[in-house]
């Protein structure tokens, strides 16, 4: 006999039921293959039909899920700024601890690199949905 242990609170509250878990599921499927589909043929041509049909759903079956495109598109862009998030405080904790510590088993790349490495990532990521990073925006509005 199989014993399920129960799923573990949210950040926010009490666990997620079947329902939730799934949907949440669906959601971040959405967003593996939007974010695929837009990095081989562009975002401009992305549509939910294709998503849809990569995915074995209806395109109608979509908008239970996103409203839009653009929420989709905004849903993609706040993930790409959450994981960079997360990424530099994590680098950043580490260089606190140890400045100049290397990552990994001594071969990794220092924090300060870590950090390069994932705004570089997160770039790549802004331009798949359409974002283009400029030394403009690098450098800030006021420069």
């Known amino acids: 006999m199989t014993t399920h242990l129960p799923h573990p609170p949210t950040a926010d509250g009490p666990p997620l039921s079947r329902r939730e878990r799934a949907r949440a599921a669906t959601i971040d ?16 041509d992305l549509r939910f039909s294709d ?6 759903m209806t ?25 960079l998030g997360a990424a530099v ?11 100049g510590m290397r990552l990994g088993l001594g071969t990794g790349p220092t924090a300060k690199q870590f950090v390069e490495l994932v705004g570089e990532r997160v770039r ?8 283009h990073t400029s030394d403009t925006t690098r450098r800030g509005p006021h420069t």
């Not at 998503?51 to 074995?56: H, L, N, S």
């Not at 996103?66 to 598109?73: A, G, I």
Request: hydrophobic fraction near 40%; charge should be negative; proline fraction near 3%.
């Open 29 to 44: 499927e959405i967003k593996e293959t939007a974010t695929r589909l837009m990095s081989e043929q562009g975002t401009t």
């Open 51 to 56: 998503i849809a049909r990569e995915m074995g």
């Open 59 to 83: 395109a109608p079956a979509l908008y239970r899920y996103f409203s839009d495109r653009d929420e989709l598109l905004t849903a993609l862009i706040a993930d790409t700024y959450d994981e």
């Open 89 to 99: 405080a994590a680098a950043r904790a580490l260089e606190f601890v140890r400045p």
């Open 124 to 131: 790549r990521r802004l331009q798949v949905v359409g974002l």
